[in-house]
């Protein structure tokens, strides 16, 4: 999982495996966010948490890019995974599917975008309400 922000942030941050250390100028202004791209639904839950805490704490705006998930959302992972993410979402982050990842050089659109829709069904179904899409 990576930190980004985008071009003109007042904002210094590093992600460290154990937690996150933002140092700040100046808060964040309206329409600047902390981005968690590529959070994936099988990593440390624990690890999202304290991190979804930290910048609810420190009153920084975020938002979340899922990973796609093609299988196992049955298990117990997944469960979990989800509950971090709709707190998050209780919390004010805005949730976006990350784009999948494409394999094939020659992607037809359609397929793409029927994964898209997939992804997205399958999320509401863990009551997460993606609001867009995060292309890294």
């Given amino acids: 999982m990576t930190f980004k922000f985008a071009a003109g942030f ?5 992600l460290m495996a154990h937690g996150i250390t933002v140092f ?29 805490d930290t910048l609810v704490q420190d009153e920084f705006p975020f938002v979340m890019g899922v990973m796609p998930v093609y299988q196992h959302t ?8 989800t509950e ?3 707190y998050a979402q209780s919390k004010g982050a805005r949730i976006l599917l990350h784009f999948p990842i494409v394999q094939k050089e020659n992607a037809e659109p359609q397929e793409i975008i029927a994964i898209l829709k997939k ?10 309400y993606p609001r867009g899409i995060l292309m890294g």
């Fill in 10 to 14: 007042a904002v210094f941050c590093l």
């Fill in 24 to 52: 700040a100028e100046q808060k964040l202004g309206t329409n600047e966010y902390v981005v968690l791209e590529e959070v994936y639904a099988f990593s440390s839950p624990e690890k999202l948490l304290q991190k979804v």
């Fill in 74 to 81: 049955d298990y117990p992972a997944m469960t979990e995974f």
């Fill in 84 to 86: 971090v993410v709709r």
């Fill in 119 to 128: 992804q997205q069904s399958m999320y509401e179904e863990f009551g997460i």
